[in-house]
C-alpha cells in the first residue's frame, strides 16, 4: 500500500527565513506533486515531478525530487506572509491512478 | 484558463437523505475522480471513472456511493442514505492524458449532515 509522509505538519516561521518542507513516499510511484490549499479553498497544484532529480522552481518555492530515496522537498525561500497555507505532497502512477496524499503542511508565515 | 466547478457550495442535508453532488470536468479531459477531506485531514480518493465507468475507487467507496456522468459535461457524485460522517469537503477533480498532466481540482463542496 502506497503511503505518504510529510513532515513538519505545523511551520511556523518568519519573513524572510528559509526553510524545507519533506515528503516520504513507501513504494515506487510514477509522479509526485506539490499542491497548496488556503483555508476552505481548493488545491491548487504548484509542481509535477517525474524523474529522479528533477527541480522545478517557482518563485519563491522550489521542489526536488529524489526517486532512490523516495523523497521530495519543498524548499520555500525567504518565506512571506502569502505563502501561508497548507501544502500537501500526493503521489500516484502512470495510468491517471488516484492519488495518494500526505496529511500536509501547514505553514504560517509571521512577520 | 479553464477550471473545475462544482456545484452546490454548500449542501446541508438531514441524516438519511439523499445528496447529489455535481461536478463539469474542464471540457477536453478524459480522467475523473472524487475525493473528500474531513475537516482538518488529508485529502482521501473515492473514486476515478474514465470512459464512462469506474475504473477504481476506494473502501470508501461503498455501496451508499454511485457516480454518473449523465451528458457530455456533468459528473456528479450520489451519496444515499447520508450519516453523520459523512460530513466532509467533497473535491472533484479531472485530468488530461499526458504524463505532466496533474490533476485539477474543483472549490470543493461542502457538505453537513445534521
Redesign the interface.
Known amino acids: 500500500e502506497l503511503k505518504v509522509e510529510q513532515n513538519p505538519l505545523f511551520l511556523s516561521m518568519q519573513e524572510g527565513k528559509n526553510y524545507t518542507i519533506y515528503c516520504n513516499y513507501s513504494t515506487t510511484s510514477d509522479?509526485l506533486?506539490w499542491?497548496r490549499q488556503d483555508p476552505g479553498?481548493?488545491?491548487?497544484?504548484l509542481f509535477?515531478l517525474?524523474s529522479n532529480g528533477a527541480v522545478k522552481q517557482e518563485g519563491r518555492l522550489m521542489a526536488s525530487l529524489d526517486t532512490k530515496a523516495r523523497l521530495s522537498t519543498l524548499h520555500i525561500t525567504a518565506a512571506v506572509h502569502d505563502l501561508s497555507a497548507t501544502y500537501?505532497c500526493?503521489v500516484d502512477m502512470?495510468g491517471?491512478?488516484?492519488?495518494?496524499?500526505?496529511?500536509?503542511t501547514r505553514l504560517s508565515v509571521i512577520a | 484558463e479553464p477550471e473545475v466547478t462544482q456545484t452546490p457550495s454548500h449542501q446541508v442535508t438531514q441524516m438519511g437523505q439523499e445528496v447529489i453532488l455535481r461536478c463539469v470536468p474542464i471540457s477536453n479531459h478524459l480522467?475523473f475522480?472524487w475525493?473528500r477531506q474531513i475537516l482538518g485531514?488529508?485529502?482521501?480518493?473515492l473514486v476515478?471513472f474514465?470512459n464512462n465507468e469506474i475504473?477504481?475507487k476506494?473502501e470508501i467507496f461503498d455501496d451508499q456511493f454511485s457516480v454518473e456522468r449523465p451528458d457530455g459535461s456533468n459528473f456528479t457524485l450520489k451519496i444515499r442514505s447520508t450519516k453523520l460522517e459523512d460530513s466532509a469537503m467533497y473535491?472533484c477533480?479531472s485530468?488530461a492524458?499526458g504524463?505532466?498532466?496533474?490533476?485539477?481540482?474543483?472549490?470543493?463542496t461542502r457538505l453537513s449532515i445534521l
Do not use: I
Open positions: 509522479r506533486y499542491y479553498k481548493s488545491l491548487e497544484s509535477v517525474l500537501f500526493a502512470v491517471n491512478t488516484p492519488l495518494v496524499f500526505g496529511k500536509g | 480522467y475522480y475525493y485531514q488529508k485529502v482521501e480518493f476515478s474514465y475504473s477504481e476506494s473535491f477533480a485530468s492524458q504524463l505532466e498532466q496533474p490533476q485539477h481540482f474543483g472549490d470543493g
